[in-house]
């Protein structure tokens, strides 16, 4: 091991003992926890695994390092709650977010309460209610009309609905931009291909003016505008403001404006009104730790009618003859149809209520501090970059890691996994490896994964 290195784990990682590769992941995870990670058939009961809240002192995960506040209590006992959070070190909210155990045992519970009867009146209707109760949630929460909200099954499911609502003609365009998951960019390649459709692309890398970099790709051809929220690929998250300033700019040209919200709710503060857009996208199986094959669409009031239905079926109706004539529904509900996996939205209501009781702006502050204490750990590493913005409101939970010359976000992704049972993920730019920072991760681990990336990429 080079001097450098050294001097980057003792300063970074403190009194946690200074070892080679092996050891950094063993602090945070056991070595049957790594081989478990392998072999999922192999994985220890959970509640053998040690609880990073019930820690004994001569653990070192469990000493202070440095200046390190103490635990909060709160989010020792959340993480106990939380089984992928202490099998492993968990930095792929972003990818796919873990759930509490009390979200997965109450779809267990309405999918076995449906299940006694799913014909009975007494059932179905209490299981009728699922759906206009999380509707009813989402919207208070990320700033909607109970009336403005669909729910979907994923982020893309919403993306698809926006992108297919228009009467494309050749030559229209869409604008979309350069850190887009395939999700906002394979239907816009599909369209391209059916209907002749031309996309543009916009730079959003941290610190491009948004507002310009839009008005540059504008045309008279242009209909829509669709980008993301909070990057997948480089962690920055559209302020607000800006964002509808260009609503208002988008609107005055009759553009529509879609924001894919993969990433925003439960990561950054999300306000569907205060950004402006006509339509945001998204998932409960991400940062709201919800079940997976959740999501929702939210669609302004004023542009259901204009918001097009290209997949429709029985309950998107609100009345209808078998004549030829039908009314659909007048909320953004018509977006939805056929029978649905209603214990899976109870569990996205359930894993919603469960962030509320920790509360969502706790969760946001908590976000945010492990982020500022990221940056400062990766500004002493030894080759490490953030690649990530690095200031309020433009960063987010999803930071990001330029590698060293020569070091791949694959290759170490594998590395990380296989052997130490971190998971992270490698993005777009082949030196980016992306950590997902939720409330529920510790300084430790910080310390723990930028440690072992250093040790690995020098
Ligand atoms: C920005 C973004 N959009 C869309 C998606 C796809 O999400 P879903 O699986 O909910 O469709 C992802 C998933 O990682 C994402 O990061």
């Not at 309950?315 to 996996?341: K, V």
């Not at 209603?342 to 509320?356: C, I, N, P």
């Not at 430790?444 to 040790?455: K, P, R, T």
Request: proline share 7%; net charge negative; charged share 25%.
């Amino acid at each position: 091991m080079n001097t450098s290195r050294r001097s980057f784990l003792r300063r970074s990682v403190g009194a946690l003992a200074l070892a080679p590769i092996v050891p950094v992941g063993r602090l945070a995870l056991d070595p049957g926890r790594v081989g478990a990670l392998r072999d999922p058939g192999a994985l220890p009961d959970p509640g053998a695994l040690p609880d990073p809240g019930t820690r004994s002192p001569a653990d070192p995960v469990s000493r202070p390092v440095g200046s390190r506040p103490p635990q909060e209590a709160w989010v020792a006992r959340a993480r106990a709650e939380i089984p992928a959070a202490t099998r492993s070190l968990y930095f792929q909210t972003g990818g796919i977010g873990p759930a509490s155990e009390a979200v997965i045992d109450h779809v267990q519970e309405r999918l076995a309460f449906q299940n006694r009867s799913p014909a009975e009146p007494r059932i179905s209707a209490e299981m009728a209610r699922i759906e206009p109760d999380l509707r009813a949630q989402l919207a208070r929460l990320f700033g909607a009309e109970t009336e403005e909200v669909a729910l979907t099954h994923s982020t893309s499911e919403g993306i698809s609905i926006i992108a297919w609502s228009v009467n494309w003609e050749p030559g229209d365009e869409v604008v979309i931009s350069n850190t887009e998951h395939p999700a906002n960019v394979i239907p816009w390649y599909v369209l391209r291909d059916r209907f002749g459709i031309v996309i543009r692309e916009i730079d959003l890398s941290p610190g491009t003016p948004l507002i310009d970099e839009v008005r540059g790709q504008l045309s008279d051809r242009t209909r829509m505008v669709s980008i993301s929220h909070v990057s997948r690929n480089n962690g920055r998250a559209l302020r607000a403001g800006e964002s509808a300033e260009l609503g208002d700019l988008l609107r005055s040209r009759g553009v529509r404006y879609h924001l894919d919200g993969a990433q925003g709710p439960g990561c950054v503060v999300t306000d569907f009104r205060a950004l402006g857009c006509d339509g945001y996208s998204t998932c409960g199986h991400k940062w709201l730790l919800g079940p997976k094959g959740t999501g929702a669409l939210f669609v302004r009031r004023e542009l259901l009618d204009d918001v097009r239905l290209s997949w429709a079926g029985s309950h998107s109706h609100a009345t209808m003859d078998y004549e030829g004539g039908y009314t659909l529904l007048p909320s953004a509900a018509r977006y939805e149809f056929g029978t649905r996996a209603l214990a899976d939205f109870a569990g996205f209501t359930r894993a919603v209520e469960w962030m509320e009781e920790i509360g969502l702006e706790r969760v946001e502050e908590r976000i945010q501090s492990l982020v500022d204490y990221a940056i400062e750990v990766v500004d002493a590493a030894e080759g490490l970059g953030v690649a990530s913005p690095r200031t309020r409101p433009d960063r987010s939970g999803v930071f990001v890691v330029r590698l060293p010359e020569g070091c791949d976000a694959t290759q170490l992704y594998g590395d990380l996994r296989e052997d130490e049972g971190i998971l992270g993920s490698p993005v777009r730019e082949e030196r980016d490896f992306r950590l997902s920072i939720h409330f529920f991760n510790t300084r430790e681990e910080i310390d723990a994964v930028v440690a072992s990336i250093a040790a690995r990429c020098n």
